[in-house]
């Protein structure tokens, strides 16, 4: 066993301790594999004592700690513009294909991987225990599974159990935003994303802050704006009042949200476009590492997972910007997706992610959700479970993130079809095939 396996192993076998699980040995048709339903949460949430990534910053770059030991990165490449070199990258490949046979010895398979639908009661309540198993899982994967949160539903008890159950992750869904933040020019309002902080925190999870600066969901009084000094001023002031209010809270930030036009030969014409050119990106990044030097700065947007355009022009502008020595972490791809597995594909997204891993970067996916209007639930897991399994192998990967908790409140509801079911809880906080799905991509199956 090598060291990375030894620091892995021993990594595991503390946070087992910690958590007082009972080491299960059981071998069902020779898989065995961990059930966190065994491991009962009490106080610090299953993979809340060093399964996740830890960012403690440093000059120009993140530290990611992801407890799982590592020689750091294999993607190497033009890292140092940006202060990657410095960069500790504790996920290793081969440690997490090592390691996961090591730790199967430590657990075993839960019934419920194959009937992941029994484990909501018909009155909605919530198997709590069988949700864990998605964090336990991300954990033991060195990854961290996460959700879109928003903090009007955190009153709703099954929803606020399932997603501090089943995730470790947050990603505000609207509360960061700049409408949400700041509807009247520096007059700043924290109310909602301070909720899903203070919801993160006393579950365990880490949050991602989203977004500092969109074309959507602006406040009218920047729409409304027609000068290129106040627009800067104003989106400088922005980026650096809401990174500072959450300087320590968030692990990352999409900085910059959806820049890139649909046909992927240009830039949007958003108003940051037309009044302050290209380097309105550059300068944003710039102004959020200054604000929170700790945190992981992200490129977010739709349509660039895969192949083509889009993807190429969004690979092309983050090696320009690392060129340029901006601050810039990594990239998130949304994969707002449908079931079929070619728009994009699997293949198409992994081979993306390898060339942004050679320049250093890491990737999230950061948005996923797949409707199935004209599909079903097996057909959704399938898909759920490739995208997953190709963030699981690649070493820079360090999360994925479902866009919602759960079907009742997902944001394509009426708009891809009435009922798109997109994501891994159905409407009563049952766990769909697509839980089982990510679930297995996550244990390596
Ligand atoms: C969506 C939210 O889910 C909705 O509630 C809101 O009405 C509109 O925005 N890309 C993004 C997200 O980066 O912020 C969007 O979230 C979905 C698309």
């Given at each position: 066993m090598n060291r990375a396996r030894r620091r892995f192993s021993k990594s595991l076998f503390d946070r087992r301790a910690q958590l007082g699980c009972v080491p299960v040995l059981r071998t069902f048709a020779s898989l065995m594999i961990l059930s966190a339903a065994a491991c009962r949460r009490d106080g610090a949430a299953v993979g809340g004592t060093g399964g996740g990534l830890g960012s403690t910053g440093g000059a120009g770059g993140g530290r990611l700690d992801a407890g799982s030991g590592g020689q750091g990165s294999e993607a190497g490449g033009e890292a140092g513009a940006a202060g990657r070199a410095d960069a500790t990258v504790d996920v290793a490949r081969d440690a997490a294909v090592d390691v996961r046979s090591d730790a199967a010895l430590e657990v075993r398979r839960d019934a419920a991987l194959d009937r992941p639908g029994d484990a909501a009661a018909s009155d909605g309540s919530v198997d709590a225990g069988l949700a864990m198993t998605l964090r336990a899982a991300a954990a033991q994967a060195g990854r961290l599974i996460g959700a879109a949160v928003g903090a009007s539903h955190l009153s709703e008890a099954a929803y606020a159990t399932t997603a501090a159950a089943?995730?470790?992750?947050?990603?505000?869904?609207?509360?960061?935003?700049?409408?949400?933040?700041?509807?009247?020019?520096?007059?700043?309002?924290?109310a909602g994303g301070d909720a899903i902080t203070a919801f993160a925190q006393q579950n365990g999870m880490k949050v991602k802050g989203h977004t500092l600066v969109w074309h959507s969901q602006l406040p009218a009084w920047v729409s409304g704006i027609t000068d290129a000094t106040a627009l800067h001023d104003a989106m400088i002031n922005h980026v650096t009042q809401v990174a500072s209010h959450y300087r320590g809270q968030v692990i990352a930030w999409d900085v910059v949200n959806e820049a890139v036009d649909d046909d992927g030969q240009?830039?949007?014409d958003s108003i940051f476009y037309q009044y302050l050119g290209a380097g309105y990106i550059d300068d944003a990044f710039n102004a959020a590492h200054a604000a929170d030097p700790g945190a992981l700065l992200l490129y977010n947007d739709y349509g660039a997972e895969g192949a083509g355009a889009k993807s190429d022009y969004v690979y092309s502008m983050v090696k320009g910007m690392l060129a340029r020595g901006v601050p810039i972490n990594g990239v998130g791809l949304q994969m707002h997706t449908g079931p079929a597995d070619t728009s994009p594909s699997a293949a198409e997204v992994a081979a993306n992610m390898q060339r942004l891993e050679a320049l250093g970067l890491n990737v999230v996916i950061s948005e996923m959700d797949v409707q199935i209007c004209a599909s079903d639930v097996d057909t959704q897991k399938t898909r759920f479970h490739d995208i997953v399994a190709v963030c699981a192998a690649e070493p820079l990967c360090l999360a994925v993130t479902v866009w919602g908790v759960?079907?009742?409140?997902?944001?394509?509801?009426?708009?891809?079809?009435?009922?798109?079911q997109p994501l891994l809880f159905d409407d009563n906080y049952a766990p769909k095939p697509a839980f089982g799905g990510v679930l297995e991509a996550l244990l390596g199956l």
């Open positions: 089943a995730f470790d992750f947050v990603t505000p869904e609207n509360e960061m935003k700049w409408d949400a933040t700041e509807p009247t020019q520096n007059v700043f309002t924290f240009s830039l949007r759960t079907d009742k409140y997902s944001w394509l509801n009426g708009v891809s079809c009435a009922t798109p």
